[in-house]
Structure formats: C-alpha cells, structure tokens
C-alpha cells in the first residue's frame, strides 16, 4: 500500500529556511512524478513544484521560483523540498502527491 509521509515543517522567521521531506513506502519512487501542494487557511489547494520521474525535469510555481527547490533521492524513496527565504505568505499545510495518493501534511508557519 503506497504511503506518503511528509516532515520537516515548523515555525520560521521570515528570511529563514526549512526543507521538508517526503519518504514514501509500497513503490518505488524514481518511477513516478512527485508533486509539493500546499494549502493556506481559507485558500485552494495549490501546485508548488514536481519533479519528474523521467527527466528529473521540475516546475515551481511562480511565487516560489528562487527560493524554492525540489530534488529527490532515490535510493530512499524520498523528495525533499528546500525552502529558502521563506514569506509569510508561505505559511500554509504542505503536502506530497504521488498518483492519488496524498500525505498528511506538514505546518510551515513563517513569523516573526
């Protein structure tokens, strides 16, 4: 049974760094594309970055293009996502997505 289960997330000043992870389990990971969504209280679910499973090629949203980037190491099922310089606006629920699969989410609150 393929499970998702995102880490890393926490309480950061703005113009801090975090880098949250995503370590799946019942499939391998090199073979799918991975997606980072995030949701912000009384905003939509939204895209953030994927990374893709045949050419490692990536998308980032545009509000994050810079700041954010998303690798994945293979040999532990996991993606990652570095977070750097980090906004306000940034504060939402994080989540991994493989096929129809989500994780549970992981709080990134950026404050000060």
């Known amino acids: 049974q393929l499970q998702l289960v995102e880490s890393g997330g926490g309480l950061v000043q703005p113009g801090g760094s975090l880098r949250l992870s995503c370590a799946a389990s019942g499939l391998t990971l090199d073979m799918y594309t991975i997606g980072w969504f995030r949701q912000a209280p009384g905003k939509e679910r939204e895209g953030v970055s994927s990374i893709s499973s045949s050419d490692g090629s990536t998308y980032y949203t545009d509000s994050v293009k810079g700041r954010f980037t998303i690798s994945r190491n293979n040999a532990k099922d996991t993606v990652y996502l570095q977070m750097n310089r980090l906004q306000p606006d940034d504060t939402a629920v994080y989540y991994c997505?493989?096929?129809?699969?989500w994780g549970q989410g992981t709080q990134v609150t950026v404050s000060a």
């Open positions: 997505k493989v096929l129809d699969a």
